[in-house]
């Protein structure tokens, strides 16, 4: 799990001091599981368990943001308006 404490600056020029458990991080990439070599039907059902596996992911975190009043607290920061970057695996 990556952390990232940084300081951010909005475009009205306020700064806050954030701990991000860091996500999704900057990129201008496609990426995922290539899937081509699989025969069509294999295509389907490989596509449905991952979004049995993925539904069911996201609805564990969403009880886990719950339970720590975090439901609300998903947010994207700009990466050019981060200053004082620090992250580490945990």
């Known amino acids: 799990m990556k ?5 951010y600056t909005k475009a009205t020029g306020a700064v806050s001091n954030r701990v991000l458990v860091t ?3 900057p990129n201008t990439a496609y ?5 081509e070599h699989l025969e069509p039907g294999d295509q389907v059902e490989f596509i449905d368990e991952m979004n049995l596996l993925q539904q069911d992911y996201f609805n564990k975190l969403n009880k886990l943001y719950e339970a720590h009043d975090l439901k609300h607290d998903y947010r994207r920061f700009l990466a050019e308006r981060m200053s004082e970057v620090v992250t580490e695996e945990i």
Not at 31 to 35: F, Q
Request: proline share 0%; aromatic share 8%; with cysteine.
């Open 3 to 7: 952390i990232t404490s940084f300081k």
């Open 23 to 25: 996500m999704v991080k």
């Open 31 to 35: 990426e995922g599981v290539c899937i």
